[in-house]
Nanobody, 126 residues
Framework: QVQLVESGGGLVQAGGSLRLSCTAS?????????IGWFRQAPGRGFEGVSS????????YYTDSVKGRFTISRDNTENTVYLQMHSLKPDDTGVYYC??????????????????WGQGTQVTVSS
């Protein structure tokens, strides 16, 4: 069964950095999909954080993480990364990666992604 697996979460102080990884089990090749990162924070909605398209690698970011987060692919490793710098307490949440084929202007809509991971917890202390 195809499944996405996130790793790299943890506890970090404000201003610190983490790198999240998204890999696939069950034979999925991530380069054939747009990969999105989403997060769920306590008391807050499900939020699209970033995505990278399968076609030309165009990258999208929600405004609150622009300049701090970078999404990238390593197709040789079948992995998508989310490098997070200058972390803030508001970045705390469970981070999920997802694979799908959403239109570029709707990359942030979770219902347009077909495959999901189980999530990895990111906690940023103040």
């Amino acid at each position: 069964q195809v499944q996405l697996v996130e790793s790299g979460g943890g506890l970090v102080q404000a201003g610190g950095s983490l790198r999240l990884s998204c890999t696939a089990s069950g034979g999925a090749t991530l380069e054939y999909y747009t990969i999105g990162w989403f997060r769920q924070a306590p008391g807050r909605g499900f939020e699209g954080v970033s995505s990278i398209t399968q076609s030309d690698g165009t990258k999208y970011y929600t405004d609150s993480v622009k300049g701090r987060f970078t999404i990238s692919r390593d197709n040789t490793e079948n992995t998508v990364y989310l490098q997070m710098h200058s972390l803030k307490p508001d970045d705390t949440g469970v981070y999920y990666c997802a694979a799908g084929e959403p239109p570029s202007d709707t990359w942030y809509r979770p219902e347009l992604y077909n495959l999901w991971g189980q999530g990895t917890q990111v906690t940023v202390s103040s």
